[in-house]
C-alpha cells in the first residue's frame, strides 16, 4: 500500500489550559488505496475507524474489552488486515501501542470508558512525552444516555460524562468526544 502522510491542520488546544508545540500538526493519510462502496445500511463508524487503522499502516490494535467498547471491537475483528490483542489491563494496552508506534511507526489501543480510559491515561501521558503517533480510542455511553443526568456504571458517580475526555485534554495533541467514545491522539504522525 503506497501512502504519504500530508499535513491537515494545525494542532489546535481545546481550551486555554492545554497547549501543543506550535510545530506539531495533526495529519491524516493521502492515499493511493481505493474508496470501498458500502451500502449505508453496513455503514458504521466502528468499520470506519478499522478500515482507517488499516489504511495508516496499524495491524494490531491492543485492547481490552468492555461493555462500552464491545460493538467496535466486533468491527475490529471484522476487519481483514488487522489483529485484535487483548491485554490484561489498560496500562499494559497502551504501553503495547507505545512499542508497537516505536517499532512500526503508529500504534493503537482500545478501551472501555472511564475505568479504561483513566487506566490507560499513563501510557498516553508517556507517549505524549515522547512525540509518538498513538491512537487511543475509548468506548462510550450510548448517545441516548446523555443530558439524562443518570450516573451510569464505570463512571466516577456523576452525571457529568466529560471528567475523562478533560483528562485526555492535558496529554493528547487531539481528542474528540462524538458521544459514542473519546478518542485522544498522544502525537499526530
Known amino acids: 500500500m503506497d501512502t504519504n502522510i500530508g499535513s491537515l ?14 510545530n506539531v500538526t495533526v495529519s ?7 474508496p470501498i462502496i458500502i451500502n449505508s445500511s453496513e ?7 478499522a478500515r482507517r487503522l488499516v489504511q495508516i499502516g496499524i495491524s494490531d490494535v491492543f485492547s481490552v474489552p468492555g461493555d462500552f467498547n464491545l460493538t467496535l471491537l466486533d468491527h475490529l475483528i471484522a476487519e481483514p488486515g488487522l489483529n485484535l490483542i487483548g491485554c490484561c489491563n489498560e496500562l499494559n494496552a ?14 493503537a489501543c482500545v478501551v472501555t470508558f472511564t475505568v479504561g480510559g483513566l487506566s490507560v ?14 491512537i487511543c480510542i475509548v468506548g462510550g455511553p450510548n448517545s441516548n444516555d446523555y443530558g439524562t443526568n443518570r450516573i451510569l456504571h464505570h463512571t466516577i458517580g456523576l452525571p457529568d460524562f466529560s471528567q475523562e475526555l478533560r483528562c ?10 462524538d458521544k459514542y467514545g473519546i478518542f ?5 504522525w
Request: net charge negative.
Open 168 to 177: 485526555f485534554q492535558t496529554v493528547t495533541c487531539y481528542q474528540e468526544d
Open 43 to 49: 455503514a458504521t463508524l466502528g468499520r470506519h475507524l
Open 121 to 134: 491515561l499513563n501510557a498516553i501521558a508517556g507517549a505524549y512525552s515522547e512525540n509518538l503517533p498513538l
Open 94 to 107: 497502551g504501553y503495547a501501542a507505545d512499542g508497537f508506534a516505536r517499532s512500526r511507526g503508529v500504534g
Open 9 to 22: 491542520d494545525s494542532c489546535k488546544p481545546t481550551s486555554n489550559d492545554v497547549c501543543c508545540p506550535a
Open 184 to 188: 485522544g491522539f498522544a502525537r499526530p
Open 28 to 34: 491524516t493519510i493521502q492515499g493511493s488505496v481505493s
